[in-house]
């Protein structure tokens, strides 16, 4: 098997779906899955991977279970994330303990010689991966197997290249542009996501302005705040799963130094249960946690562009604008701006309930406020637009009503409900506040519509 990175192996037409079939294939042919793991990242943690095998080498080896390997599955974008690094400098310690790692697809450097790793490959032929597989797994020591292919099966969402822009992405892009076009100080900032997070356009308009700096939110946000400490003000577009990983950078080094900072955070929305690890609903809990940043959450395309607008010229502290997938709703107007929150619902009559819906989830808000008027419960809808911090106007509006309701796509109990409750006590405001959101229920416009009139029938009960 020849080992020298410099010495490619013909490759074959064979796609990126491919390439990750015929690699489980192989590792299930060499290693019994009974006693030895095979890790496959399926939870979007990137190179978490080789930490968890490092670990489980760790444990086998203090047990005395030196017969037992560790296989590792990990798409070549992980290389960028620093975790990776943190496993590989732990890895090559355990110079004893059996750790193959399969690697998928390019990448832009091969590091493994300098740290002392055993490099099989680039190999793109299923028997020759067996090989290799058989050679690594007798090795004794931590492995690399490096697994390419011909072209790619399909359009990489992960690095945002040839992501088919979402109707969001396409609405944010287009008014990043125009901003743009008018100042210089304007950057963006993505870690393989600017399809998504709708930095596309930006990158074909002005590729000197862009910087794609892979898979490393945590990078990305530190690297974004020297730009921002430079004079420029950047835009960081960064998915949902990478937030959480970039969590702390954006404290630290961005929203301490109140740096003018604009993150986009793509697919900002409660996904089906298959892409759980995908979820938007965790973002304003984790964000509501950051002194001094402000969290926006458009309902349609007129608010986004307003909110981007408004992001853009924030000079003091970072901002943060949730991007939602798929189509773009149809235009919810304004009836009435009270100090930047929006109505969108005002029947007449004395309003005995207030709905405060975030962001794509007004529509359900509407609809759920009009069958509460066909039951003879007059319903306002309001929508702050700005949801993090909550707005001292949001908190006058709900003075005077029977109920506050809040209906987000997040966490009910540490999302905007809990913030909004929370500063209603704060300012000695006496009024209930039922937060609808994940996970309690589905957020539909029946179910909001149930969950009021309980609470007010409740009310009638006990008065």
């Known amino acids: 098997m020849d080992t020298n990175p410099g010495t490619p192996i013909p490759r074959s037409e064979i796609d990126a779906a491919g390439l990750?079939?015929?690699?489980?294939?192989?590792?299930?042919?060499?290693?019994?899955?009974?006693?030895?793991?095979i890790i496959v990242d399926t939870r979007g943690g990137a190179a978490s991977v080789l930490s968890s095998a490092d670990g489980l080498a760790k444990a086998f080896e203090l047990t005395g279970q030196d017969d037992r390997h560790v296989a590792v599955?990990?798409?070549?974008?992980?290389?960028?994330?620093?975790?990776?690094?943190?496993?590989?400098?732990?890895?090559?310690?355990?110079?004893q303990r059996s750790v193959v790692m399969v690697v998928i697809g390019e990448f832009r450097h091969r590091p493994f010689a300098d740290l002392r790793i055993t490099y099989f490959g680039p190999v793109d032929d299923p028997a020759v991966l067996e090989s290799a597989l058989r050679h690594a797994k007798s090795h004794g020591g931590p492995v690399v197997v490096h697994l390419v292919g011909g072209s790619p099966a399909a359009p990489r969402p992960l690095t945002?290249?040839?992501?088919?822009?979402?109707?969001?992405?396409?609405?944010?892009?287009?008014?990043?542009?125009?901003?743009?076009?008018?100042?210089?100080?304007?950057?963006?900032?993505?870690?393989?996501?600017?399809?998504?997070?709708?930095?596309?356009?930006?990158?074909?308009?002005?590729?000197?302005?862009?910087?794609?700096?892979?898979?490393?939110?945590?990078?990305?946000?530190?690297s974004a705040a020297g730009l921002a400490l430079g004079g420029t003000h950047p835009v960081v577009g960064l998915g949902s799963t990478g937030l959480?990983?970039?969590?702390?950078?954006?404290?630290?080094?961005?929203?301490?130094?109140?740096?003018?900072?604009?993150?986009?955070?793509?697919?900002?929305?409660?996904?089906?249960?298959?892409?759980?690890?995908?979820?938007?609903?965790?973002?304003?809990?984790?964000?509501?946690?950051?002194?001094?940043?402000?969290?926006?959450?458009?309902?349609?395309?007129?608010?986004?562009?307003?909110?981007?607008a408004q992001a853009l010229t924030h000079d003091v502290g970072p901002t943060a604008l949730r991007l939602p997938e798929g189509a773009v709703p149809e235009e919810i107007p304004v009836i009435e701006r009270i100090d930047g929150v929006d109505v969108v619902h005002q029947p007449p009559g004395e309003c005995a309930a207030l709905l405060v819906a975030v962001g794509p989830c007004v529509a359900a808000a509407v609809a759920a406020a009009r069958l509460l008027a066909a039951r003879g419960v007059v319903a306002r809808v309001v929508d702050p637009r700005w949801?993090?911090?909550?707005?001292?106007?949001?908190?006058?509006?709900?003075?005077?009503?029977?109920?506050?309701?809040?209906?987000?796509?997040?966490?009910?109990?540490?999302g905007f409900g809990a913030a909004l409750s929370a500063a209603l006590r704060a300012s000695g405001i006496d009024v209930p506040v039922r937060g609808l959101g994940v996970p309690h229920r589905l957020v539909t416009d029946s179910a909001i519509a149930r969950s009021v009139l309980r609470h007010l029938e409740a009310g009638r009960s006990a008065g």
């Open 20 to 37: 990750r079939s015929m690699a489980h294939a192989a590792l299930h042919r060499v290693f019994d899955a009974r006693r030895d793991p």
């Open 160 to 222: 945002g290249r040839d992501a088919v822009a979402s109707e969001w992405a396409d609405v944010l892009g287009g008014e990043l542009v125009a901003h743009a076009e008018r100042r210089i100080d304007i950057v963006a900032v993505t870690a393989a996501t600017a399809g998504p997070t709708g930095l596309g356009p930006f990158a074909e308009r002005f590729p000197e302005r862009m910087f794609d700096v892979g898979a490393g939110e945590q990078h990305a946000v530190t």
């Open 387 to 414: 949801v993090l911090p909550v707005p001292e106007a949001l908190l006058k509006l709900a003075d005077g009503h029977r109920l506050v309701v809040t209906i987000e796509d997040g966490l009910a109990h540490a």
């Open 73 to 95: 599955v990990v798409e070549s974008e992980s290389l960028d994330v620093g975790l990776c690094w943190e496993a590989w400098n732990n890895l090559v310690l355990g110079r």
């Open 244 to 308: 959480s990983r970039a969590l702390d950078q954006i404290l630290m080094d961005v929203a301490l130094l109140a740096l003018p900072v604009t993150f986009v955070l793509a697919r900002s929305e409660a996904a089906p249960p298959q892409r759980a690890n995908h979820h938007g609903s965790r973002e304003l809990a984790l964000l509501g946690m950051v002194p001094g940043l402000r969290v926006g959450a458009p309902r349609d395309g007129a608010s986004l562009r307003r909110l981007v």
